[in-house]
């Protein structure tokens, strides 16, 4: 028992001894922990800027705070290249937004605030676009509305975006229903392929960008019709010839 207290006295003793040599700044600017999430998009148009889901230009998501958990001023958060090409590939304007500069496959960045520094996050500076399209074009264009087999009751809406025949990936797409045959379905609700999560966008792949649409149909309902999808893509604030795009899915009922 005795040795036991012991041991937790030479702890306590041991913690203070630390908490008196560290020093906490309690200057409210004074940046203690740094924040730097994934970049809404991982590539940017030369020339344009990086386009969140709503396809405006976006803020790169990186975030100061003090000792008392408050954010610190943006001003003192810097976003650096790593490298030659990377210092020269992007600019910064108001604040933390990427403009590209130079066509760059690998773009390597850090934030840093004070001496603190995050970890290298990576995006593509890329082409301008010259169109926007279904893929493949060769894509069916129907949903099993009221198939008990739930993965027939999925569709992969993919749309892609181009510079002549290259496909250009990172970039981000926004997606919208329209309308659909409100007397065969309660709702349509789009989802991320990957995540399985609500998403109103998709970033572009080797395989295009895709969203998963399923449909809820209402009880006993019977019949065809569609849901009308809108896709869309902005560079230097304007459409994309191709842009937008609205095209129809077959709703078909299921056969025995």
């Not at 934030?111 to 060769?138: E, H, I, K, M, Y």
Request: overall charge positive.
């Amino acid at each position: 028992m005795m040795r036991a207290q012991r041991g937790t006295v030479a702890a306590l003793l041991l913690a203070a001894v630390v908490a008196a040599c560290t020093e906490v700044s309690t200057d409210p600017q004074v940046p203690l922990s740094l924040q730097f999430d994934s970049f809404p998009a991982l590539a940017v148009v030369v020339g344009d800027t990086m386009r969140g889901a709503d396809l405006l230009p976006a803020r790169i998501a990186a975030k100061a705070f003090n000792g008392a958990g408050d954010s610190v001023d943006d001003q003192q958060i810097r976003l650096l290249g790593i490298d030659t090409s990377s210092v020269r590939a992007f600019r910064l304007i108001d604040g933390l937004r990427i403009v590209g500069s130079v066509i760059t496959p690998t773009v390597r960045v850090v934030a840093q605030a004070g001496s603190l520094q995050s970890q290298t996050q990576t995006f593509a500076v890329v082409r301008a676009p010259t169109g926007l399209n279904r893929f493949p074009a060769d894509s069916l264009d129907s949903l099993v509305y009221n198939a008990v087999d739930t993965a027939r009751r999925f569709k992969d809406v993919r749309i892609a975006v181009f510079a002549a025949d290259t496909l250009l990936t990172g970039l981000r797409i926004r997606f919208r229903i329209v309308s659909f045959a409100t007397s065969i379905l309660d709702s349509v609700r789009m989802i991320d392929s990957v995540t399985r999560r609500p998403t109103a966008s998709a970033l572009m792949t080797g395989q295009g960008a895709a969203v998963r649409l399923r449909a809820f149909p209402k009880a006993g309902a019977t019949g065809s019709g569609t849901v009308a999808i809108e896709a869309s893509f902005k560079a230097f604030g304007l459409d994309v010839p191709g842009s937008p795009r609205l095209f129809n899915i077959r709703l078909v009922p299921r056969t025995p």
